[in-house]
Structures are given as structure tokens and as C-alpha cells.
């Protein structure tokens, strides 16, 4: 049976409604497409001037806009889907103009060819189709151009519109081109998915997605970290870090060696006199070490006391690091986080999730 809801849903399928946007992303994308349209036509027409018919600014100059200033994070709005999408498009439709001559015939072939030629190249970019169907039906001035034309002015169309996008997101964003925000530490993690397995799921996907697998990677990290705290709440790493008594940087080897015995420990934080972390000192840098400035590791995994355990949890899983070294707001030494600490309040919350469920 056929009720509202489920026609409602059928319906959404074709209308395709798109997330909403932000009012900052909408000023951006207002004021960054204005300039780079503006200024690659002032460019092109004081530094070339008329070019005998030909249009100084392309048509689909205008959707290579939207691409790189309303969605610069798309794969399909970086540098090389633009510059190469584009000028492959145009080089495909003077191709088919040269073969057949007539528009009617070379439109279709003109942009099909566009579209293989961009994917093998790996710079899909669907502005490309309105490249390549403009140089079929551009008209005497465009046909007569021959190949400069797909350089001349798609090609330094391109250049001048990237140009202007990069400097101007570097200016109000600094993520022009586009790199997928760091996460989770040290690739390997052993803990739920790897890229290795994003990367698979993706080469056997029917569908081409509009979203680079480093950011796949950095929103499913990111809703797995909601959905632990949803079910765990938010516990802290001053919640469950240990008073470990941490070494003096002038300490001793021999010292060392007993301090990590003392206290049961593979490795032990190394501070200076005011309590600054200057690295971890593991039991297998002890060998042939000749001072434990000189055996320690300089960069350890360092979180203040309010980091949530699950952002440390991908790090101490990820095979580099085996503890977190926990800090105040200063920099000074405050505790200690192993993974027997950690994998601790991990099945503490376990538990406290198997009762809640029990007791429903």
C-alpha cells in the first residue's frame, strides 16, 4: 500500500534536496565567485585585449565557479579538475569538429569523449561538458581557432580563475586545495576501519562520489567518536590517568631503570626542573644509551587533562605510541595514560552499558 509518507520519500529522491548551507559559506561563496569571474576578465582583457572574435571570458567559466568557490572541498573543483578538466573538454570538441565538421553530429561525441578523456585523467569536472559543447557550437571564430583555442582562452580562463580561488581562500578559509582535516593519528590504527578499507569500499562502489576518501575518513571518525560518547558520556583523561612519578631530565640511567620498575612501566615521562614534559623514556631505549636526554623520545603523545579518552584512543592503538603523556594548560607534567588504563575504562563503560541495557 501506497501511504503519503512513502510517496513523500519517493518524491525526495528527485527533488534531491541538498544539506543547507551556511550563511558564512553563502557570503563566501557570493563574494569569491564575484571576484573570480571579475578579475579573470579584467585580466584577460588589459593583458591580451581582442583576440580577433574570440570571447576573452568562456561561458562555463561561470560553473567552474560555483565548483571552486560554493563546494572547494568537491574533488571536482580542485586545481587540476579545472585546468585539466577544462582544456582536455575543449581539445576533445575541436577534435570532433575536425573529423566531422558538423555540429549536429560532433555535440554528442564531443562531450561524451570529453567526459572518458577527464576520467581517465582523473580530473573529472562537469563544467568540461559545456567546454567541450561550446567549441562545437561556438561558430566560425571558435572552429577557426583550431587547437589555441582549448589554450587560448579556456586554458589561461583556468589559470587565472584558480589563481584568483586559491588566493582568496587562502585568505578567508586556508584550505584551497582541498586537504581532509587530521583526525586520528598514525595511519595503521588497528582500532575499527582502516583508509586501506575506505579505499576498497570505494574502488567497488557503483558510484562515483563527490567526496575525497581522506574526508570519508575524518566524518566517519568523527561519528564513530559521537556514537562512543552518546553511549559511554564523555570521560576525560584526567578521569583515568595514574600519578606516575615522572624523571628528572638529569636523572641517571641507572635511576631510570629503576624508576620504570618501581613503578611498573614500560616507559616513563622525562620533565624538566619546572615540571615541563620533555619526552618519554621507553625500557627498550635504555640499551646502549648514553644518557637519557639522548635515548628519550623528543615528540611523545601529549593531552591535557579535559581530551576526551576516545581522541586518545585511535592514538595509543595506532602501534607508534603504547602511552599519553597527560599535561596542564602550561605544559607541565600531570599524569600518565597507558593502555592498561585505558582499555580499563573501556570495559567499565561496557559494562555500564550492558546493565543499562539489562535493566530496560
Given at each position: 500500500m501506497t501511504t503519503p509518507a512513502s510517496r513523500f520519500h519517493s518524491l525526495a529522491h528527485w527533488i534531491g534536496i541538498q544539506p543547507a548551507s551556511t550563511p558564512t559559506r553563502i557570503v563566501q561563496a557570493f563574494i569569491g565567485s564575484a571576484l573570480g569571474i571579475l578579475f579573470t576578465g579584467m585580466v584577460m582583457h588589459l593583458w591580451l585585449g581582442k583576440v580577433g572574435n574570440l570571447p576573452l571570458l568562456v561561458a562555463p567559466m561561470g560553473a567552474s565557479a560555483v565548483l571552486l568557490f560554493a563546494v572547494p572541498a568537491s574533488p571536482l573543483a580542485q586545481p587540476w579538475a579545472i585546468i585539466g578538466g577544462n582544456t582536455m573538454s575543449a581539445l576533445s570538441g575541436i577534435l570532433w569538429m575536425k573529423l566531422i565538421g558538423d555540429p549536429a553530429w560532433a555535440a554528442g561525441l564531443a562531450v561524451a569523449t570529453a567526459i572518458a578523456m577527464m576520467s581517465l585523467a582523473r580530473c573529472l569536472h562537469p563544467p568540461g561538458g559545456a567546454v567541450a559543447l561550446t567549441t562545437v557550437i561556438g561558430g566560425p571564430a571558435v572552429v577557426g581557432a583550431g587547437w589555441g583555442f582549448a589554450f587560448l582562452p579556456v586554458a589561461v580562463n583556468c589559470l587565472l580563475l584558480v589563481g584568483i580561488g586559491w588566493l582568496y581562500h587562502a585568505a578567508v578559509r586556508g584550505n584551497y586545495p582541498h586537504r581532509a582535516a587530521a583526525y586520528v593519528a598514525p595511519p595503521g590504527s588497528s582500532v575499527g576501519y582502516t583508509m586501506a578499507d575506505v579505499d576498497d569500499v570505494l574502488a567497488h562502489y557503483d558510484d562515483l562520489l563527490d567526496v575525497s576518501s581522506e574526508d570519508l575518513d575524518t566524518l566517519f571518525r568523527q561519528v564513530e567518536s559521537r556514537a562512543w560518547r552518546r553511549l559511554h558520556g564523555v570521560i576525560?583523561?584526567?578521569?583515568?590517568?595514574?600519578?606516575?612519578?615522572?624523571?628528572?631530565?638529569?636523572?641517571?640511567?641507572?635511576?631510570?631503570?629503576?624508576?620504570?620498575?618501581?613503578?611498573?612501566?614500560?616507559?616513563?615521562?622525562?620533565?624538566?626542573?619546572?615540571?615541563?614534559?620533555?619526552?618519554?623514556?621507553?625500557?627498550?631505549?635504555?640499551?646502549?644509551?648514553?644518557?637519557?636526554?639522548?635515548?628519550?623520545?623528543?615528540?611523545?603523545?601529549?593531552?591535557?587533562?579535559?581530551?576526551?579518552?576516545?581522541?586518545?584512543?585511535?592514538?595509543?592503538?595506532?602501534?607508534?605510541?603504547?602511552?599519553?603523556?597527560?599535561?596542564?594548560?602550561?605544559?607541565?607534567?600531570?599524569?600518565?595514560?597507558?593502555q592498561t588504563e585505558l582499555l580499563g575504562a573501556l570495559w567499565r563503560g561496557h559494562i555500564a552499558e550492558a546493565i543499562a541495557h539489562t535493566s530496560v
Amino acid at each position: 500500500m501506497t501511504t503519503p509518507a512513502s510517496r513523500f520519500h519517493s518524491l525526495a529522491h528527485w527533488i534531491g534536496i541538498q544539506p543547507a548551507s551556511t550563511p558564512t559559506r553563502i557570503v563566501q561563496a557570493f563574494i569569491g565567485s564575484a571576484l573570480g569571474i571579475l578579475f579573470t576578465g579584467m585580466v584577460m582583457h588589459l593583458w591580451l585585449g581582442k583576440v580577433g572574435n574570440l570571447p576573452l571570458l568562456v561561458a562555463p567559466m561561470g560553473a567552474s565557479a560555483v565548483l571552486l568557490f560554493a563546494v572547494p572541498a568537491s574533488p571536482l573543483a580542485q586545481p587540476w579538475a579545472i585546468i585539466g578538466g577544462n582544456t582536455m573538454s575543449a581539445l576533445s570538441g575541436i577534435l570532433w569538429m575536425k573529423l566531422i565538421g558538423d555540429p549536429a553530429w560532433a555535440a554528442g561525441l564531443a562531450v561524451a569523449t570529453a567526459i572518458a578523456m577527464m576520467s581517465l585523467a582523473r580530473c573529472l569536472h562537469p563544467p568540461g561538458g559545456a567546454v567541450a559543447l561550446t567549441t562545437v557550437i561556438g561558430g566560425p571564430a571558435v572552429v577557426g581557432a583550431g587547437w589555441g583555442f582549448a589554450f587560448l582562452p579556456v586554458a589561461v580562463n583556468c589559470l587565472l580563475l584558480v589563481g584568483i580561488g586559491w588566493l582568496y581562500h587562502a585568505a578567508v578559509r586556508g584550505n584551497y586545495p582541498h586537504r581532509a582535516a587530521a583526525y586520528v593519528a598514525p595511519p595503521g590504527s588497528s582500532v575499527g576501519y582502516t583508509m586501506a578499507d575506505v579505499d576498497d569500499v570505494l574502488a567497488h562502489y557503483d558510484d562515483l562520489l563527490d567526496v575525497s576518501s581522506e574526508d570519508l575518513d575524518t566524518l566517519f571518525r568523527q561519528v564513530e567518536s559521537r556514537a562512543w560518547r552518546r553511549l559511554h558520556g564523555v570521560i576525560r583523561c584526567e578521569q583515568i590517568m595514574r600519578a606516575a612519578e615522572p624523571l628528572a631530565l638529569e636523572a641517571s640511567l641507572d635511576e631510570a631503570a629503576q624508576a620504570l620498575a618501581r613503578q611498573d612501566l614500560r616507559a616513563i615521562p622525562v620533565v624538566a626542573q619546572d615540571g615541563h614534559v620533555e619526552g618519554l623514556l621507553g625500557l627498550a631505549q635504555l640499551a646502549g644509551a648514553r644518557s637519557v636526554a639522548a635515548a628519550m623520545e623528543t615528540s611523545p603523545c601529549l593531552a591535557s587533562g579535559d581530551t576526551p579518552i576516545d581522541e586518545v584512543l585511535p592514538i595509543l592503538s595506532g602501534g607508534r605510541y603504547h602511552e599519553a603523556i597527560v599535561v596542564d594548560a602550561q605544559g607541565r607534567y600531570a599524569g600518565l595514560i597507558t593502555q592498561t588504563e585505558l582499555l580499563g575504562a573501556l570495559w567499565r563503560g561496557h559494562i555500564a552499558e550492558a546493565i543499562a541495557h539489562t535493566s530496560v
